[in-house]
């Protein structure tokens, strides 16, 4: 058996290396991570003076703020997965010898797993989204639209059968034999 052509050695160095093009997309989500904390700060910061002002927020209110702070917690969870799992999955492996902070998911995720973390997210953030529509109703000065909260719950449900279906996938693909 002969050895590879060098131009075939050369091609299938340079596709590997090209990975390296998506380096850049996790420094911009890097960047969207900054850019959530800075809304979810400014949410909070005007959250605080209505909760102790002198006319305080009603339970409802204060319910819905909260949501919306889990929403922006979620959502950067989401960031964080998709940045850690997709740079060691494309990219190249985080060595970070000595780090005792690692959280014990990261280098164990794989595209699979990937996809599952992502649609539980968006379900959770989905739902909560809907929830504060259904808070909201019966609220002065909130106009229930119908249509709206018609169109929330099937996309809502769509993505929880969309969840459901992917992990159906997996669950095949596992118990199917490799070829």
């Known amino acids: 058996m002969g050895m590879k052509p060098r131009i075939e050695t050369a091609f299938e160095r340079g596709l590997f290396m090209s990975r390296w093009l998506m380096a850049p997309f996790y ?3 890097v960047l969207a991570l900054f850019m959530l904390l800075v809304v979810f700060v400014r949410q909070l910061a005007g959250y605080v ?5 002198p006319s305080g927020m009603t339970d409802a209110d204060v319910i819905l703020a909260l949501l919306t702070l889990i929403d922006l917690s979620l959502t950067g969870n989401l960031l964080l997965i ?3 799992s997709g740079y060691e999955n ?3 492996k985080l060595d970070l010898d000595g780090e005792t902070d690692r959280p014990p998911w990261m280098g164990t995720v794989d595209f699979s797993g990937l996809k599952m973390k992502l649609i539980a997210s968006i379900v959770a ?6 929830l504060k529509t259904f808070m909201n109703i019966g609220k002065p000065g909130y106009e229930f639209d119908q249509a709206e909260a018609m169109w929330g719950v099937i996309i809502h449900l769509t993505f929880v059968a969309s969840g459901v279906l992917l992990a159906l996938m997996d669950w095949l693909t596992a118990k199917t034999d490799k070829h």
Do not use: A
């Open 49 to 53: 003076p209505l909760v102790f002002g």
């Open 125 to 130: 953030i989905s739902g909560i989204q809907l």
């Open 90 to 92: 494309f990219v190249s």
């Open 27 to 29: 420094l911009g989500l």
């Open 82 to 84: 998709v940045l850690f």
